[in-house]
C-alpha cells in the first residue's frame, strides 16, 4: 500500500484511522470494490472499470456517491502524490456506519486506495499455471463484492498446491476462479462461462481481441468435463493478463504447455495495454 489514499471527501495518509468499526463493510461484508491497473500512469481501461464500479454497487443496493469526473480526479491526484506510474487503484464502497448492526445508515463509505502490481510470475506465461477446484458459487457474482471469505480461507492450500489460482464449479459447470474469469479453446474456436460469473474487464478484452483475430467466441455453459479434451485453457484478470493454464487439479491440458492461440492473445492484450496508456497516460 502507498501512503496516500482517499476516504469520504478527503486525501490523507493510510496509517490514519478512515473507517469506523460500526460501517457494514466492517460488521457484515457489506460492499463493493473494483481493482484497476496502472500502467505507464494510466488507469488501464479506466471507464469500463468506473462503470462495473456503480453496476456493483447498484446491484447490492448501494450508490456511488461522486460523479465519474470527481473520482477521476481524486485517482489522477493519488498516483502523482504517491509518485506512481506502475500500481494499482483500489476503490471501495462500503455500507456505511450503522446503529443496529445491520441497517444501513444511508451514507456509504467510499475510498481509493494506491497499491503495488500484483503480477504472477514471469515463468507462469511461458510454461503454464495450476488451478484447483472447489465447489462454490458466490452470491450475486456480477457484482464486485468484498466478500471472499472462501477464497481468503483457500489461499494456505492453493499455495500448498501450487496452484495460481482457484476455480468455482458448481453443479459439474465451470463458473469462474476466485480473482479471475476463465476461457477454454477447442479447435480455435473460444467457450467462456456466461451466467453465475463476475463481467470481467480482462474478459470482456480477450473476446474483443480473439474475434478480431478471427477465432470465434461462444458465451454460455462450461462443464468441467469439457476441460479434458480442450486444447488449451487460459484465465482473465486485471492483474493476470491473460495467463494460460496446464493443469486443473490432476487434469494435464492439451500437451501440458501454454498452446499458441493464448499466446497470440497474450501478445495481442499487451500490446492493446500498451496502445491505451500512452494514449490515454496522466502523469508524464
Same mark, same amino acid.
Given at each position: 500500500m502507498h501512503k496516500y489514499c482517499y476516504?469520504?471527501?478527503?486525501?490523507?495518509?493510510?496509517?490514519?484511522?478512515?473507517?469506523k468499526l460500526n460501517d457494514l463493510g466492517v460488521l457484515r461484508g457489506y460492499g463493493v470494490f473494483d481493482f484497476v491497473k496502472v500502467s505507464e500512469g494510466a488507469p488501464l481501461w479506466w471507464r469500463e472499470h468506473l462503470a462495473r464500479f456503480r453496476r456493483s454497487a447498484k446491484t447490492i443496493g448501494l450508490a456511488v456517491p461522486l460523479s465519474d469526473a470527481k473520482?477521476?480526479?481524486?485517482?489522477?491526484?493519488?498516483?502523482k502524490k504517491n509518485k506512481v506510474k506502475e500500481g494499482s487503484?483500489?476503490?471501495?464502497?462500503?455500507?456505511?456506519?450503522?446503529?443496529?448492526?445491520i441497517t444501513p445508515g444511508?451514507?456509504?463509505?467510499?475510498?481509493?486506495?494506491?497499491?503495488?502490481?500484483?503480477?504472477?510470475?514471469?515463468?507462469?506465461?511461458?510454461?503454464?499455471?495450476?488451478?484447483?477446484?472447489?465447489?462454490y458459487q458466490r452470491l450475486f457474482p456480477e457484482a464486485k463484492s468484498t466478500n471472499y471469505l472462501l477464497a481468503v480461507k483457500l489461499q494456505a *492450500?492453493?499455495? =500448498?498446491? +501450487?496452484?495460481?489460482?482457484?476455480?468455482?464449479?458448481s453443479g459439474g459447470?465451470? %463458473?469462474?476462479?476466485?480473482?479471475?474469469?476463465?476461457?477454454?479453446?477447442?479447435?480455435?474456436?473460444? *467457450?467462456?462461462? =456466461?451466467? +453465475?460469473?463476475?463481467?470481467?474487464?480482462?474478459?470482456?478484452?480477450?473476446?474483443? %481481441?480473439a474475434r478480431k483475430l478471427g477465432h470465434p467466441v461462444t458465451e454460455r455453459d462450461v462443464l468441467l468435463t469439457e476441460l479434458k479434451n480442450a486444447d488449451e485453457v487460459f484465465i482473465t484478470a486485471t492483474n493476470?493478463?491473460?495467463a494460460p493454464v496446464v493443469r486443473v487439479d490432476d487434469m494435464v491440458i492439451g500437451d501440458g504447455a501454454p498452446g499458441p492461440v493464448t499466446l497470440k492473445l497474450l501478445e495481442a492484450y499487451r500490446q492493446a495495454a500498451k496502445d491505451y496508456a500512452r494514449k490515454f497516460r496522466w502523469n508524464k
Amino acid at each position: 500500500m502507498h501512503k496516500y489514499c482517499y476516504a469520504n471527501g478527503r486525501v490523507s495518509d493510510i496509517n490514519k484511522p478512515q473507517i469506523k468499526l460500526n460501517d457494514l463493510g466492517v460488521l457484515r461484508g457489506y460492499g463493493v470494490f473494483d481493482f484497476v491497473k496502472v500502467s505507464e500512469g494510466a488507469p488501464l481501461w479506466w471507464r469500463e472499470h468506473l462503470a462495473r464500479f456503480r453496476r456493483s454497487a447498484k446491484t447490492i443496493g448501494l450508490a456511488v456517491p461522486l460523479s465519474d469526473a470527481k473520482l477521476t480526479a481524486i485517482a489522477r491526484q493519488l498516483l502523482k502524490k504517491n509518485k506512481v506510474k506502475e500500481g494499482s487503484l483500489r476503490l471501495v464502497l462500503t455500507g456505511g456506519e450503522t446503529r443496529d448492526g445491520i441497517t444501513p445508515g444511508g451514507r456509504p463509505n467510499l475510498a481509493i486506495l494506491v497499491e503495488d502490481t500484483y503480477a504472477l510470475p514471469a515463468k507462469v506465461f511461458k510454461q503454464g499455471g495450476k488451478l484447483i477446484t472447489t465447489d462454490y458459487q458466490r452470491l450475486f457474482p456480477e457484482a464486485k463484492s468484498t466478500n471472499y471469505l472462501l477464497a481468503v480461507k483457500l489461499q494456505a *492450500r492453493k499455495r =500448498a498446491a +501450487g496452484a495460481m489460482e482457484i476455480l468455482y464449479v458448481s453443479g459439474g459447470k465451470v %463458473l469462474e476462479a476466485s480473482t479471475s474469469n476463465l476461457f477454454y479453446i477447442k479447435d480455435g474456436a473460444l *467457450r467462456t462461462p =456466461a451466467s +453465475g460469473v463476475l463481467p470481467g474487464i480482462t474478459r470482456q478484452m480477450a473476446i474483443k %481481441l480473439a474475434r478480431k483475430l478471427g477465432h470465434p467466441v461462444t458465451e454460455r455453459d462450461v462443464l468441467l468435463t469439457e476441460l479434458k479434451n480442450a486444447d488449451e485453457v487460459f484465465i482473465t484478470a486485471t492483474n493476470k493478463d491473460i495467463a494460460p493454464v496446464v493443469r486443473v487439479d490432476d487434469m494435464v491440458i492439451g500437451d501440458g504447455a501454454p498452446g499458441p492461440v493464448t499466446l497470440k492473445l497474450l501478445e495481442a492484450y499487451r500490446q492493446a495495454a500498451k496502445d491505451y496508456a500512452r494514449k490515454f497516460r496522466w502523469n508524464k
